[in-house]
């Protein structure tokens, strides 16, 4: 015969923590969508855990599927000005799954609500009964056997309102005592009742004691509270055993619930670390003054920083639970609205670029078809006046400026050396735009580059403007005097470069403090390897060009692709520089 226990044996109160959702490696965010989909179809009952674990999973995905674009976009020859994202449908689906999802779980909500009452009502109609049997003294031995169905009824109830378990699960052991109270056994069935609940709830204590060599605090905590509920629905034992009973029952508990609010306070702390880290990350981005940024190269240098602040953020944990999905959100906006006015910015430029193209067009298609012109002086004079407007129109696309310069150039060339050829004189101007020019290169020679690198491209911007504003020189000397001038200006744009890429090498060194260097030193390695292969087939060009052509053109397209040569082997040092200070950091 089995009795309910005895009062004095309380369930342990244990705060129940929050438990983390078994992390799921979800390849991509159509994986993502479909676990939704599933859960939203089949109404299946899915925590909020889960919930929150999909949709941080699926931002940072999708986040990444942006990047990926990015990247392929440049590494296939395009360039950022251009970049323009795909339609991308992916976060309005997840948002409507969201939907149907909180639709179906408000309904389980309410559902279960109303089993947990409806389950009370049942609950206190037995604890109705049992006091009725209790008010008949005489009939308690009668009723014996519907007392037991009850009790067997009691169990079998689930939940009710969580508000009201405790005191509901109190009065019911009350009125079970006290029924055994009145109940006149004879001794020999009670003791034998005592008994056989004295041996199943020593097995119980005997597994809750063994649960602190469980490493797995979750687990542990989890099957104690399976077994406390064991022990409430076992019978009382002898009442000389049951405070020693439940006294160790309760020691073995309490030794769990230490490990198990150890571990959650421990983790609360990790995470409170985390969310002040993405804190700082976010208020870095939201700190930086956009209307300051007047050139392309101070849009990529933040750009670059940004990049970094992205990849120091995937480095650190979760946050606490109700502020991971509102910072993760804050730092992408945070993101996104910067790179929204970086592209408004490249948009506005391009357009201003585009407008001085078709502005340039028009003076080289006009110089063009005055070059093969005899009328030396009148075609002399409009010339010079299409290279004055050239000068005030401003920078085109990079992709047009050298095409569209060399037909122009090469189109007033035609014409001033066949003027030349006929006879004109321009020998004293042109002898005084030599000496203009040696000028220029005996300044460039005297300039020692130091570490200012924006003065010293000041300086060098400058100067090839002043450069592009002198005339013509003597013809044979036009060679000559620019592969001198050209020297100066790649020593010294050279030596820029070089400033530039330890500035952003020291910077790199200062971001790994943050760590995430397994990542960046993975990308960096691929990037060395695509740098390889570039230069192997600007080198492989460059000798097929050596050997076939012997023209000026094809001397100008060998000195160019010198030049793309040398950019590329400077990248592969920064590159390489990059990945011995991971190495080293490690």
Known sequence: ?????????????????????????????????????????????????????????????????????????????????????????????????????????????????????????????????????????????????????????????????????????????????????????????????????????????????????????????????????????????????????????????????????????????????????????????????????????????KSEEITQLQAEWKTIGFAPQKMNVKIFERFRAACDKFFKEKAEYFQSVRSSLNENYEAKLALVEKAESLKDSTAWKETSDILVELQKKWREIGTVPKKYSDQIWQRFNAACDAFFEAKKEAGADTRSEQQENLEKKKAIIERLAAIEPGNQEGELRDQLRAAQQEWNEIGHVPFKEKDKIYKLFREQMDRLYGAASENATRRRVNNFKNALKGGGGDRLRDKLVRQLDILKNEIKTYENNLGFLNLSSKSKSGNALVEELNRKVDKLRADLEEVKAKIAAIDENE
């Open 1 to 301: 015969m089995t009795e309910i226990t005895n009062p004095t044996e309380e369930l342990m109160e244990e705060p129940q923590a929050e438990i983390s959702t078994t992390s799921v490696q979800y390849q991509n965010t159509q994986e993502v969508l479909a676990r939704l989909k599933q859960i939203a179809e089949s109404k299946e009952e899915s925590t909020r855990q889960e919930l929150d674990l999909l949709k941080s999973v699926f931002y940072k995905l999708h986040k990444q599927d942006i990047e990926d674009a990015y990247k392929a976009w440049i590494d296939g020859g395009g360039t950022p000005e251009e970049y323009v994202p795909a339609e991308n449908n992916d976060e309005a689906e997840f948002k409507a799954q969201m939907a149907v999802i909180k639709e179906n779980r408000a309904e389980l909500a309410k559902q279960q609500e109303a089993e947990r009452e409806a389950n009370l009502e049942k609950k206190l109609s037995i604890i109705d009964k049992i006091k009725a049997f209790i008010d008949s003294p005489d009939d308690v031995n009668k009723v014996y056997n519907d007392f037991k169905q009850l009790q067997q009824q009691w169990n079998e109830i689930k939940e009710v309102p969580a508000e009201k378990a405790t005191e509901l699960w109190k009065n019911f052991q009350q009125v079970v005592e006290q029924y055994y109270d009145t109940l006149k056994l004879n001794n020999e069935l009670r003791a034998y009742d005592f008994k056989k609940n004295l041996e199943l709830k020593t097995a119980i204590i005997e597994a809750a004691e063994k649960l602190k060599e469980n490493d797995d605090v979750i687990a542990a905590f989890r099957k104690l509270q399976q077994l406390h509920a064991e022990f409430r629905e076992i019978g009382p034992v002898a009442s000389e055993l049951r405070e020693d009973i439940w006294n160790r029952f309760k020691e073995a508990s309490t030794i769990i619930n230490k490990k198990h609010h150890e571990y959650f306070e421990a983790r609360k702390e990790k995470e409170e670390e985390n969310l002040q880290k993405k804190t700082e990350i976010c208020e870095k981005i939201e700190a930086i003054d956009t209307t300051t940024l007047k050139t392309f190269a101070e849009w990529n240098e």
